[in-house]
């Protein structure tokens, strides 16, 4: 059983190697000019909504592009196969499943290159026309997640069918270019994330309280502020049409304080503050494009599981992720969740950690992909609010009556 067991792990294993394969070829393809010229056809093929320009210049990429990457994939399959033969490998014949595996994606492409019918139907899902059913997806590749390969930034998102290659390189989440507004901008957290997103290429913008535009450490020239109130985000409905992400990084600590418009002045800032400019937002996704590169991050804290010892900063900002984990079972864009411990903050005097050095780890664990950031010295945290985050949304899914996605 053993044996028959670790066979059955090393051909998948064999299959992970091809894909591997597959997505550092398409790598090299972007860096090397001899393989771009070859590459490149790929991407003269789609307009934006995935429709060809042409039948004869689709079945040519084909030839020049994924021909030559599947007999890639082909040499380098062998590999696991003739280990397993020099080895002599328990149950061996099973290694040879990353090159039956990669025979498909060869007939595949002889297939779509010589126009046979329903040929691409059937083998390019990828690349399907049509409107988006689902978000880019997280750990597969799908079509909204490839279409921003195309679309969005051709120096990101390479993986063909599994997105960890992606995540490893930080690639799995274009910032380039892109129109981030951060709320609580005047504060510590919101002027780190301001200063790591802008450096990293994007158009950032600051959404703040006060009155004063938003400088960053070392310039001068100060950032487009928008100035508005808690209790008036529908005033940046307009606003929010032309942001890509949508940051919402605001709250506040009334630490003891219980009394009553404590109580009133948490959750109107922690919860339902945060909550409506989501659903602004949220409104906002309507075009494939909108499925495909708009997302809303939000800092809930990790007194989502773990005791802030400040009562009402708990209550609400648990309401808050509550809220989040319900919104996002259906969702028309990603929502990324933010889970901090205790930096060092006008909210938080006596925290531990370096606010630059938090926001540094949050942009960074973005560009992975990574649905639910966690930066902590807890580490409580990486066990509990995952386990929370599993149960809670479950528990959404099974009693929570949900409208048809959208298109």
């Given amino acids: 059983m053993n044996e028959w067991l670790l066979a059955i792990a090393a ?50 990429a084909h030839w020049y592009n994924d021909l030559p990457e599947a007999l890639v994939m082909l040499s380098f399959s062998l590999l696991p196969g003739l280990l397993a033969w020099i080895w002599a490998f328990p149950h061996g014949g099973l290694v040879w499943l990353g090159t039956v595996y990669t025979l498909g994606f060869l007939l595949s492409a002889i297939a779509r290159g010589s126009g046979l019918a329903y040929a691409d139907e059937l083998t390019d899902l990828t690349h399907r026309p049509g409107p988006f059913k689902e978000i880019p997806a997280h750990w597969f590749v799908n079509r909204t997640y490839h279409w921003r390969h195309h679309f969005d930034d051709q120096q990101a998102y390479y993986c063909g069918t599994f997105t960890f290659v992606d995540q490893i390189m930080g690639t799995a989440l274009s910032l380039k270019g892109k129109r981030i507004a951060v709320t609580g901008a005047s504060g510590t957290m919101g002027r780190a994330l301001l200063t790591h ?103 809930t804290s990790e007194a989502e599981v773990n005791p802030a010892f400040s009562p009402l900063y708990e209550l609400s900002k648990r309401t808050l992720g509550d809220l989040v984990t319900l919104r996002r079972l259906d969702a028309p864009c990603i929502i990324r969740k933010i889970i901090l411990g205790p930096f060092k903050s006008n909210l938080n005097p006596i925290g531990v950690m370096s606010a630059d050095w938090v926001a540094r780890q949050v942009v960074k664990q973005a560009q992975r992909d990574t649905r639910n950031i966690i930066v902590t010295i807890n580490p409580i945290t990486y066990l509990a609010f995952p386990l929370k985050e599993f149960f809670v949304s479950s528990y959404f899914k099974l009693f929570t009556q949900r409208p048809p996605s959208p298109q």
């Fill in 197 to 299: 997103l802008k450096a990293r290429g994007a158009k950032v913008i600051a959404l703040t309280s006060r009155p004063e535009a938003v400088i960053l450490d070392g310039e001068t020239t100060p950032l487009k502020t928008l100035t508005w109130q808690v209790g008036e985000e529908a005033a940046l409905a307009e606003e929010l049409e032309k942001i890509d992400i949508l940051i919402l990084n605001h709250g506040v600590n009334v630490h003891g304080n219980c009394q009553e418009n404590a109580i009133a002045q948490s959750y109107e800032i922690n919860t339902f503050s945060s909550w409506r400019l989501l659903e602004l937002f949220l409104k906002t996704v309507r075009t494939n494009d909108h499925i495909a590169t708009k997302e809303i991050w939000v800092n």
């Fill in 11 to 60: 051909s998948m294993l064999s299959i992970l190697w091809v894909e591997l394969i597959r997505d550092i070829y398409h790598l090299l393809a972007h860096l090397w000019p001899p393989l771009y010229r070859l590459h490149v056809w790929h991407h003269r093929v789609f307009r934006r909504d995935l429709t060809p320009v042409s039948e004869e210049i689709y079945r040519q």
